[in-house]
């Protein structure tokens, strides 16, 4: 609401504006009617002279058109200063209708997704075709298009999983967010020495070829220091995004120098929780989706 001087600050501009619009066209019509009978403005170059015709009538009735438009506006619609209006229309019921129109949109496409159990939800099309373009535009820049992820960021094609594969603990992937905390093993595993033998051993455990000895250095170190998070045979654990090291699937890598890094430095990869950007019934449509991704091998 505006203070009484703005208000008729706002009322005054806004209707002399409008009586100045037509006193123009009135002064202007009234100059090309001159008494004198002259037709001509009095300025001359070289002989030619220029005429002082009047406008066209259709296009002086346009601007008075314009001008009984305005008042009719002013009239339904806010624009006076304070008043509101006949119609009484403000920007917020305009809002307001639209969101109960698109809401009943949505209702219209999402709710026979609400009953759906995920078996029910990952066999319909259009569910699929809906979780695709839901993947593209919120999950495709750090998983990929294609969901194959890239180093840090998991693939979700495969069957391997950090958190578990089953369409809740997707679900709760996507809604609460994931963060892995590998915590930095350099100082307690004393230095580069330490972590070549737990790298030969993480690499002996994918199956890589090592030095058997290193390896074997390695494995008590493993013992002591990782299996409360990587399991005995370092298979991993669901519960902590603890990765299996056994499968030779990597998140950061499998390289000697990768693994060192990440032993002697630990790592920290980050999943969004997506529960305040994404409504409840598009995460189960998505949660299906990348469910259906590894099911069938990200085809
Ligand atoms: C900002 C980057 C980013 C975005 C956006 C993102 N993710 Fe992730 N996501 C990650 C990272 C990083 C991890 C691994 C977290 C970790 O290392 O513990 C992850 C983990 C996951 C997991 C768990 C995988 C497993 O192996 O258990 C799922 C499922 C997942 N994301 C699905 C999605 C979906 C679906 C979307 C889109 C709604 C999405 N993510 C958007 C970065 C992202
Ligand atoms: C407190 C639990 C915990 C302990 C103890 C732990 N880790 Fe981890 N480790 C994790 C988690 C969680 C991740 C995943 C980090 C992420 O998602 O960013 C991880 C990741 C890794 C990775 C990366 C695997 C990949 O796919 O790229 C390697 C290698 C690894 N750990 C080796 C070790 C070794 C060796 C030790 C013992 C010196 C160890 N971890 C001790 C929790 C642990």
């Known amino acids: 609401m505006l203070n009484s001087f703005w208000n008729w600050f706002v009322i005054i501009l806004t209707l002399v504006n409008i009586l100045a619009c037509w006193w123009l066209l009135y002064w202007t019509k009234g100059i090309s009617n ?27 009735h346009l601007f008075n058109i314009s001008i009984v438009l305005a008042l009719v506006y002013l009239i339904l619609y806010p624009g006076l200063g304070n ?37 029910a939800l990952m066999a319909d099309s259009e569910a699929g075709e809906i979780g695709r373009r839901l993947f593209a535009n919120n999950c495709a820049m750090c998983h990929g298009s294609d969901a194959r992820g890239a180093p840090g960021f998991p693939n979700l094609t495969d069957d391997d999983w950090l958190y578990g594969g089953s369409f809740d603990q997707i679900l709760t992937s996507i809604s609460n967010g994931r963060v892995g905390a590998m915590p930095a093993w350099g100082a307690a595993l004393g230095g580069d020495d330490g972590v070549n033998e737990v790298v030969a051993y993480v690499q002996q455990l994918s199956g890589q070829n090592v030095d058997s000895e290193l390896a074997m250095a390695g494995k008590a170190r493993f ?3 990782c299996i409360a998070c990587h399991g005995v045979d370092g298979t991993g654990n669901q519960a902590l995004g603890a990765p299996n090291l056994s499968n030779g699937i990597w998140l950061y890598g499998g390289s000697a120098s990768t693994l060192a890094e990440t032993i002697s430095k630990g790592r920290s990869g980050k999943m969004p929780a997506h529960k305040s950007l994404i409504n409840e019934q598009r995460r189960r449509v998505l949660a299906a989706y990348v469910k259906g991704l590894s099911d069938t091998g990200g085809q």
């Not at 019921?93 to 759906?116: C, H």
């Open 223 to 225: 013992n002591m220091f």
């Open 34 to 60: 001159r008494e004198d009978g002259k037709t001509t403005t009095g300025h001359e170059w070289d002989g030619l002279t220029e005429l002082n015709n009047p406008l066209p009538r259709w296009w002086l």
């Open 83 to 119: 008043m509101t209006g006949v119609l009484g229309w403000t920007q917020l019921k305009q809002y307001d209708a639209e969101l109960v129109a698109a809401n009943a949109t949505e209702q219209a496409v999402f709710g026979r997704f609400g009953d759906m159990d995920p078996q």
